[in-house]
């Protein structure tokens, strides 16, 4: 097969955060095979220029893309639908990036044929709350871009150098416990992230510098691959450090909200930073560099629509009554489930520390575009 038209969407590609990186990650890697990725998003900004600079259509308007893709890869329900109503023969993956977040809810439309969850967690929502069918769901664990992300030189027998690695850190969130745990280990903590007021364009030129990294989700296997300790920490809660013998069971829930147990506390996390090995440190990364890279995701994710290309030719042209009475059901569910999730959403403890930040004088624009992003 030749290069594929694939049409990534996302709710924004401004801010240098989960779901924007993973688009402007696979839509390089795709460009780099000789597939011709098209970005799509209604709120454009930093990582949209950031891709057209590098030669990535990206567009707010689908009427601007006068050739229709191949497949949609869908990433949020609402810019998914979008695509499959104004191309009406593409099929499409659908990607659930998150537990939380009202966006990653799986729309039910006859022509997403598999829909992928980026880690265990993410599964059990989709067949579990939203009743995806089990044979229609693939686990894609999250990649790192091992070119972007070189190994360290081996890390000191004892941490030195501390880094918190959030866009969630600030005095209002879990950075204060983290400062005081360092502060007993006589660690030298920074921080990086939007809140802080301490934002990084590319983390993979600093990362090399620490030894032991606060981090989780995408940021934490950043640093894995980098060859840093990881103690899963974020303001949800906190985690354990990353070792060997758990390396596989955390990656598989993304270092993320499943492995944040406990609440954040000085305490918790003296306790993690005392389990500091540097050679086990460099044995989970050498494991995560074996099996988290970017281009084996890239194998596996093209495959994927190869083989849901070929479903889908042999299924037929869609019918349009069936897709009209879906088009219609899922706008009565926009209207009223997602309305719920979404103020449920408002209601939990991350929305309430976003609205702590809000009230802080001096917090700055950044960390506000960030908090609005997340009551979308």
């Known amino acids: 097969m030749g290069g594929l038209k694939v049409l990534l969407t996302n709710s924004t590609l401004d801010l240098r955060t989960g779901t924007e990186l993973y688009v402007r990650d696979l839509a390089l890697g795709l460009l780099r095979r000789g597939h011709t990725p098209v970005a799509y998003s209604t709120r454009v900004g930093k990582v949209g220029r950031e891709l057209r600079r590098a030669t990535v259509p990206v567009v707010e308007d689908l009427r601007r893309v006068a050739s229709p893709p191949d497949i949609i890869h869908g990433q949020h329900h609402a810019e998914t639908m979008t695509a499959l109503l104004h191309f009406r023969n593409a099929p499409a993956v659908f990607f659930c990036h998150g537990w ?116 989780k989700g995408r940021s934490a296997l950043e640093a894995l691959a980098v060859g840093a300790a990881v103690v899963i920490c974020d303001e949800a809660g906190s985690g354990p450090l990353v070792t060997s013998e758990e390396v596989a069971r955390l990656r598989r829930l993304n270092f993320g909200i499943r492995a944040l147990r406990e ?42 629509y190869q ?53 802080a004088p001096l917090l700055g624009p950044t960390a506000r575009a960030l908090s609005r992003r997340l009551s979308r």
């Open 100 to 215: 939380l977040p009202p966006e990653e809810a799986p729309p039910l439309f006859p022509r997403i044929l598999r829909y992928v969850a980026v880690d265990d967690t993410c599964r059990d929502r989709l067949v579990c709350e939203h009743g995806i069918a089990e044979e229609s769901v693939r686990v894609q664990l999250n990649f790192v871009d091992l070119e972007r992300f070189p190994p360290r030189p081996p890390l000191p027998p004892r941490p030195r150098r501390a880094l918190v690695f959030s866009n969630y850190a600030n005095e209002a969130t879990h950075l204060p416990a983290v400062r005081e745990a360092c502060a007993r280990a006589r660690l030298a903590l920074d921080v990086m992230g939007h809140r802080s007021g301490q934002p990084c364009d590319e983390p993979e030129k600093f990362l090399g510098r620490y030894d032991l990294v606060f981090a």
């Open 263 to 304: 609440e954040v506390s000085a305490g918790a996390l003296a306790s993690q930073i005392a389990r500091y090995d540097a050679a086990d440190a460099a044995q989970v990364s050498r494991w995560i560099r074996e099996r988290a890279g970017l281009e084996d995701a890239l194998d596996e994710i093209v495959a994927l």
């Open 307 to 359: 083989e849901v290309l070929e479903e889908h030719r042999g299924a037929g042209p869609p019918d349009a009554d069936t897709e009209g009475r879906a088009a219609a059901d899922y706008l009565r569910w926009a209207q009223t489930d997602i309305w719920r999730e979404r103020e449920s959403f408002k209601s939990s403890s991350v929305i309430r520390l976003r609205d702590r930040l809000l009230a």
